[in-house]
């Protein structure tokens, strides 16, 4: 598809190869997650965003990880990282918003923080 604007900074491209049927997903994402954090944090990469099987068994992403996007279009995720702060900062904003929302996936990583739109649920790992 072409690439469309999501939110106030986004482009559809950056989360990869992704559908017209996943875009509801991916703005919702945006708008809870990703836009509060790009204008607290800077400019953001995502390092992570919509993966396929092969992809998800390749990087050893859980069964039903949230990067499937073509499983569960409204739940999508994203392993992201932001010009400043550190990935505890980024997290700890994330699970702030996703208690308040009572909505959203927060996990945390030494290099970044995943976000989704699953439950409310949070993780930590050192790796
Ligand atoms: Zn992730």
């Known amino acids: 598809m072409?690439?469309?604007?999501?939110?106030?900074?986004f482009l559809s491209s950056e989360f990869g190869d992704v559908?017209?049927?996943e875009l509801?997903?991916?703005?919702?994402?945006?708008?809870?997650?990703?836009?509060?954090m790009r204008t607290a944090f800077g400019p953001c990469t995502i390092v992570s965003g919509k993966r396929s099987d092969a992809k998800n068994d390749a990087?050893?992403?859980?069964?039903?990880?949230?990067?499937?996007?073509?499983?569960?279009?409204?739940?999508?995720?994203?392993?992201v990282t932001f010009?400043?702060?550190?990935?505890?900062?980024?997290?700890d904003f994330a699970r702030r918003r996703a208690r308040a929302l009572g909505r959203g996936g927060v996990?945390?990583?030494a290099t970044h923080?995943?976000?989704?739109?699953?439950?409310e649920r949070e993780w930590r790992t050192s790796g």
Do not use: C, K, M, N
């Open 2 to 9: 072409e690439t469309a604007r999501v939110g106030s900074y």
């Open 59 to 79: 990087v050893g992403g859980a069964p039903e990880s949230r990067h499937l996007y073509h499983r569960r279009p409204l739940q999508v995720a994203a392993d």
């Open 24 to 36: 509801p997903g991916i703005g919702a994402l945006v708008a809870l997650f990703l836009d509060p």
């Open 19 to 21: 559908t017209v049927a």
């Open 107 to 109: 996990g945390f990583y």
């Open 113 to 119: 923080v995943h976000v989704d739109l699953g439950s």
């Open 83 to 91: 010009a400043r702060g550190s990935s505890r900062e980024w997290a």
